[in-house]
């Protein structure tokens, strides 16, 4: 090591221990036993580890509970018997909580770490995340705007991508894409910018430190002025994490309300980091960082999508390639927005022919792996249905899903939890395996709903009911919705809704029919969908199931079951 760097370890060392001595109120999540513990019942051992620094801290307490612990550099555990890393020397207050069904009591001791481990400042993700010890001003990430996925969101323990993944620029003016995290290794100090405006989910509108929320497509933007953190890095399990703490929230450009500050760093390198961090919605939310002023090397191209020969048949490739020196393409998978399985070729040049089958407006999209990936879309235009087409619609009402045998199209949540769960009365009038469970966490808007797929629509003009069946609380009001998902977030300006329903008895099964007889479009271009020929047929494809819409803040849940509705021309079968 060179004798220089060894005095810049030594002169961040007092700023470092301050660094990782922040202290944040935890939340109970396990199963709770006992009376109300008091201080007196609580004591632990802080004994010699495998190494110098890593301590066993037990849990010696007289009474039964579960253990939080604090260990005063940043970090935090639960369980009986935990292993904290102190790489640092000093005085480091280790804090156990206890939690029982009665409440909680803290009891606190001074633990003192002799020794320093140096190779902490060797690790490639401290030096990565800050620059290292001769970057004294630190290093400064800003949101991967231009990168597919640089936000995202999926279930707990995956990549936080699945469910939702933002596209370039996805969520340009809402206060995120000029937000700057400056992460420097002097003291471990993290300083995070945002130019008085902050981008956080509607959940997290609560922190008393946002002001003035305004709506930012679902989502929120607030007035915020941050101040200084700290920051470090963890091992648990294989697993590195970025811990990010301070008086006042600090976050990678959007707020999620991470559990503890903590991202599990997916990946670093100098000009790259992936993060995943539990929400305090409990879902895994993604993030992509780059260096600020860091210009990526990427791929330039066009889809190209032009008619064939031959009737409904179309080429598509792509155009005007040009792949800077150092990269290549890997692969391009496409996907003509039918329904039809995507097709992936590792040969670029390569061009597809595809037949559409059926009239409408269909989105195509290529995605390009290559040093990054990169996705491009076109809409495709179908004016008539190919010569072999035969059409198929019986004007009945069909099963779209009824979570046990048949599944046209899946039903999924948006901004709220959808699962399939065991019936929770198996009786009349539904004595259905599965139903499906609505869960909403105070989102106005939370919905259900199910998308048919591109080229379908539902016909309203001679069957004009969807029905379902309910099972909650007495009260709660049930809507179900048709949209146009073509307009994406203005799909609510042409959206139609039938009346609502309201639930009569407590946990008890109920028919609902909704009938859109009669009923107008939101913005009153219709009177009536099922007579208009604009709306009644090859217009709405998407139905969205909503409980207690106008009530703000409302954290409700219900069960549902066998959605029906119009046939859908085209599609004849649907089985799980």
Same mark, same amino acid.
């Given at each position: 090591?060179?004798?220089?760097?060894?005095?810049?370890?030594?002169?961040?060392?007092?700023?470092?221990?301050?660094?990782?001595?922040?202290?944040?109120?935890?939340?109970?999540?396990?199963?709770?036993?006992?009376?109300?513990?008091?201080?007196?019942?609580?004591?632990?051992?802080?004994?010699?580890?495998?190494?110098?620094?890593?301590?066993?801290?037990?849990?010696?307490?007289?009474?039964?509970?579960?253990?939080?612990?604090?260990?005063? $550099?940043?970090?935090?555990?639960?369980?009986?018997?935990?292993?904290?890393?102190?790489?640092?020397?000093?005085?480091?207050?280790?804090?156990?909580?206890?939690?029982?069904?009665?409440?909680?009591?803290?009891?606190?001791?001074?633990?003192?770490?002799?020794?320093?481990?140096? !190779?902490?400042?060797?690790?490639?993700?401290?030096?990565?995340? !800050?620059?290292?010890?001769?970057?004294?001003?630190?290093?400064?990430?800003?949101?991967?705007?231009?990168?597919?996925?640089?936000?995202?969101?999926?279930?707990?323990?995956?990549?936080?991508?699945?469910?939702?993944?933002?596209?370039? +620029?996805?969520?340009?003016?809402?206060?995120?894409?000029?937000?700057?995290?400056?992460?420097?290794?002097?003291?471990?100090?993290?300083?995070?910018?945002?130019? &008085?405006?902050?981008?956080?989910?509607?959940?997290?509108?609560?922190?008393?430190?946002?002001?003035?929320?305004?709506?930012?497509?679902?989502?929120?933007?607030?007035?915020?002025?941050?101040?200084?953190?700290?920051?470090?890095?963890?091992?648990?399990?294989?697993?590195?994490?970025?811990?990010?703490?301070?008086?006042?929230?600090?976050?990678?450009?959007f707020d999620v309300g991470a559990v503890d500050g903590k991202y599990e760093i997916l990946s670093i390198s100098e000009n790259k980091l992936d993060l995943v961090a539990?929400?305090?919605? &409990?879902?895994?939310?993604?993030?992509?960082?780059?260096?600020?002023?860091?210009?990526?090397?990427?791929?330039?191209?066009?889809?190209?999508?032009?008619?064939?020969?031959?009737?409904?048949?179309?080429?598509?490739?792509?155009?005007?390639?040009?792949?800077?020196?150092?990269?290549?393409?890997?692969?391009?998978?496409?996907?003509?927005?039918? &329904?039809?399985?995507?097709?992936?070729?590792?040969?670029?040049?390569?061009?597809?022919?595809?037949?559409?089958?059926?009239?409408?407006?269909?989105?195509?999209?290529?995605?390009?792996?290559?040093?990054?990936?990169?996705? /491009?879309?076109?809409?495709?235009?179908?004016?008539?249905?190919?010569?072999?087409?035969?059409?198929?619609?019986?004007?009945? +009402?069909?099963?779209?899903?009824?979570?046990?045998?048949?599944? +046209?199209?899946?039903?999924?949540?948006?901004?709220?939890?959808?699962?399939?769960?065991?019936?929770?009365?198996?009786?009349?009038?539904?004595?259905?395996?599965?139903?499906?469970?609505?869960?909403? /966490?105070?989102?106005?808007?939370?919905?259900?709903? +199910?998308?048919?797929?591109?080229?379908?629509?539902?016909?309203?003009?001679?069957?004009?009911?969807? !029905?379902?069946?309910?099972?909650?609380?007495?009260?709660?009001?049930?809507?179900?919705?048709?949209?146009?998902?073509?307009?994406?977030?203005?799909?609510?300006?042409?959206?139609?809704?039938?009346?609502?329903?309201?639930?009569?008895?407590?946990?008890?099964?109920?028919?609902?029919?909704?009938?859109?007889?009669?009923?107008?479009?939101?913005?009153?271009?219709?009177?009536?969908?099922?007579?208009?020929?604009?709306?009644?047929?090859?217009?709405?494809?998407?139905?969205?199931?909503?409980?207690? !819409?106008?009530? $703000? $803040?409302?954290?409700?849940?219900?069960?549902?079951?066998?959605?029906? &509705?119009?046939?859908?021309?085209?599609?004849?079968?649907?089985?799980?």
């Open positions: 090591m060179k004798i220089n760097k060894i005095f810049n370890y030594i002169f961040i060392l007092g700023g470092l221990a301050l660094a990782f001595s922040s202290c944040d109120p935890q939340v109970l999540d396990g199963p709770q036993l006992g009376p109300k513990p008091s201080a007196d019942q609580l004591s632990f051992t802080i004994a010699q580890g495998a190494d110098e620094f890593h301590p066993v801290i037990t849990n010696t307490s007289s009474i039964t509970g579960i253990a939080k612990w604090d260990f005063g $550099n940043g970090n935090k555990g639960t369980g009986e018997s935990v292993t904290p890393y102190y790489p640092l020397s000093g005085k480091y207050t280790v804090t156990l909580t206890l939690y029982t069904s009665g409440g909680s009591a803290s009891v606190t001791k001074e633990y003192s770490q002799d020794a320093t481990d140096y !190779s902490y400042f060797q690790d490639p993700a401290i030096i990565a995340l !800050s620059g290292g010890v001769d970057n004294l001003n630190g290093k400064t990430w800003v949101a991967d705007s231009l990168a597919q996925a640089h936000y995202g969101v999926g279930p707990a323990g995956s990549d936080g991508t699945s469910w939702w993944s933002a596209a370039p +620029m996805d969520k340009s003016g809402f206060g995120a894409y000029d937000d700057e995290l400056n992460l420097k290794l002097n003291g471990f100090v993290a300083t995070y910018t945002n130019h &008085g405006k902050s981008f956080v989910k509607s959940f997290q509108s609560g922190v008393s430190f946002y002001s003035n929320p305004v709506d930012a497509g679902g989502d929120l933007t607030v007035d915020y002025t941050p101040g200084p953190g700290s920051w470090s890095v963890s091992s648990e399990n294989g697993k590195q994490y970025l811990i990010l703490s301070g008086p006042t929230p600090i976050f990678p450009t539990t929400g305090a919605d &409990g879902s895994a939310w993604h993030y992509q960082l780059i260096p600020k002023g860091y210009v990526k090397p990427t791929v330039k191209w066009d889809l190209s999508v032009a008619a064939g020969a031959d009737a409904n048949t179309f080429d598509i490739s792509l155009a005007n390639v040009q792949v800077p020196s150092g990269i290549s393409i890997s692969q391009v998978t496409y996907d003509f927005g039918d &329904g039809t399985d995507p097709v992936s070729v590792t040969d670029y040049h390569q061009a597809l022919s595809h037949v559409y089958m059926r009239q409408g407006t269909y989105q195509v999209t290529a995605t390009l792996e290559a040093n990054e990936q990169q996705v /491009k879309t076109t809409s495709v235009v179908v004016a008539q249905n190919s010569p072999d087409y035969v059409p198929f619609q019986p004007n009945v +009402m069909v099963m779209y899903n009824d979570f046990s045998e048949v599944q +046209m199209e899946p039903v999924l949540g948006q901004d709220c939890s959808v699962e399939v769960v065991a019936n929770p009365s198996k009786i009349y009038p539904n004595k259905s395996a599965y139903v499906a469970h609505f869960s909403n /966490k105070a989102q106005q808007y939370a919905n259900a709903y +199910m998308q048919l797929p591109a080229g379908y629509r539902f016909d309203l003009r001679t069957v004009h009911t969807f !029905s379902l069946m309910v099972y909650g609380k007495a009260g709660d009001v049930v809507l179900l919705k048709l949209e146009n998902s073509d307009l994406a977030g203005n799909a609510w300006t042409t959206g139609v809704q039938a009346a609502t329903y309201t639930i009569k008895q407590d946990n008890t099964w109920e028919p609902v029919i909704f009938d859109f007889t009669g009923a107008g479009t939101a913005q009153g271009q219709t009177a009536d969908v099922t007579t208009d020929p604009t709306f009644s047929n090859d217009y709405y494809n998407v139905v969205r199931i909503m409980l207690n !819409s106008d009530t $703000n $803040n409302s954290a409700d849940d219900f069960y549902f079951d066998e959605l029906q &509705g119009p046939s859908v021309e085209g599609i004849k079968s649907a089985q799980f």
